[in-house]
């Protein structure tokens, strides 16, 4: 079992940044593949971004490609999500998940634990 708390969430202007963060306890950190993911009301819950479990690989949604950055503290068991440049469109709940094996995955369905959510809100 993997619990995974977000933190870092907040209210933005257009442009400005934010730095989440996702403490993960329970079984072993570092072997997890890492995954963001964002919801909107009436939406359905968008892959983000992931990270393998040593953190050599990355991948990015188009939307956020350029902007954010997905990177992991396997010593601090803690993954984050910097995002630069933000835009109102990236408002959203933003979720960090966990996966069993180490490969990044864009599925949501490839990821066995989730967080509660954190509210990112970007005003223009």
């Known amino acids: 079992q993997v619990q995974l708390v977000e933190s870092g969430g907040g209210l933005v202007l257009a442009g400005g940044s934010l730095r989440l963060s996702c403490a993960a306890s329970g079984r072993t950190f570092s072997g997890n593949a890492m995954g963001w993911f964002r919801q909107v009301p009436g939406k359905e819950r968008e892959f983000v971004a992931a990270?393998?479990?040593?953190?050599?690989?990355?991948y990015y949604a188009d939307s956020v490609k350029g902007r954010f950055t997905i990177s992991r503290d396997n010593a601090k068991n803690t993954v984050y999500l910097q995002m630069n440049s933000l835009k109102p469109d990236d408002t959203a709940v933003y979720y960090c998940?966990?996966?069993?094996?180490?490969?990044?995955?864009?599925?949501?369905?490839?990821?066995?634990?989730w967080g509660q959510g954190t509210q990112v809100t970007v005003s223009s």
């Open positions: 998940a966990a996966q069993i094996g180490p490969f990044i995955s864009v599925v949501r369905g490839a990821y066995n634990y």
């Open positions: 990270i393998s479990s040593n953190g050599g690989r990355t």
